[in-house]
């Protein structure tokens, strides 16, 4: 193998689309399908989704069988679903597809819509196939179907209750892990910010059957930034951008908050800085901690794993990540598989992300929220 492909033997293929659609609609009182034969359910239950352990969200697989894949048997799995559908009343079913179903051309459609059919439930169909694309494009296509068909059935939503209508779109702890996520949440509640999400839960149903009665969007990751710009051209919603590290910035971020116009939470580049590092994460998440050095005068460069953006630069390929982390001398701030690849940086500060390293990174989780945690790193 030619020593710059190296990389390979270190990262693990990142989260893929079918865990993005798993992950948004999770918390929503769904029932969720995968349709395989049982390695792709393993895969998003054990090392694409944190929650999966201790809760009560129902997330099956169809235990898609060859002969059954050969034969074209959907009416053995339409009966299935709609068996245990009839049993556990859910609120909506999701077919969610992984790479066998998409060779073998399965209608997900078509399949959904004799379920729906046959239980009265709202359901809907994802060709994903875990192939192209990533768990952002999943958390894309989640909410483009679920508010596209309770627009048109509007008869099948739930009844509005008026207890908050400020939310955090395409939110996922495959970017934003449970404490920091709770952390932001309970400030805004504790200054008398009330959102749609229930404490504790990163989606609310209401959020796609309601999408035109939210009146501010707070973006706290890239998919979130995405589906905060459609709600913007669709029902001129506003969003803020960013999310505050330690309570001074908590007190500017309130301010606009309560304004409730578009804006970017920004900390500006200092005119001097005492040191330069790199950062690679989520875009916004990335941001948001580049705002917080900016104003201890380190300036960081922000690198994606994701989507192109104007705020990141987009690391499209093993190569360009380990040629960035390579060359990085100073600071690093990254999940710890991508910090295995460094050389002779000086300070390096693991930043796991879910959608990454999984499970493998777990014990290096922090809240980088607490100003103290960043003292003690002595920057």
Sequence with gaps: ?????????????????????????FDLGGMICIHDA???TGNYTHF??????GSHSMVYCTSLRKVDAILGDDEKLIGKITKNALER????????????PNVIGFDFNGVARAVENRTGIPCFGFPTAGIKGSYYDGILMAYSALTEYYEKNPEKRD?????GSVTIPGISPLDMHQEVYDSLCGSLSENGICLMQE???YGSLLFYQYPEKVTLNLVWNQAGLAIAKAMEKKYQTPYIVNFPIGQKQMSSYLELVREGKTAVFKVLSPKTSRRSGVIIADSVIGDSIRNFLRSENIDCKLYTIEHEDDVSTYLSDEDTILSVVKNQKDLLIADPLFIEFSGGVKDQIPFPQYSVSSRIGKNSYWNYLDENKWLELKL
């Design 1 to 25: 193998m030619n020593k710059k492909h190296k990389v390979c033997m270190y990262l693990p293929p990142f989260a893929g689309d079918y865990s993005g659609v798993c992950s948004a609609l």
């Design 38 to 40: 049982a390695g792709c």
């Design 48 to 53: 694409d989704e944190p929650r999966w352990y």
């Design 89 to 100: 009343h859910p609120k909506f079913i999701a077919i969610v597809g992984s790479p066998v």
């Design 159 to 163: 009844p509005w209750k008026d207890e």
């Design 199 to 201: 404490q504790g839960m």
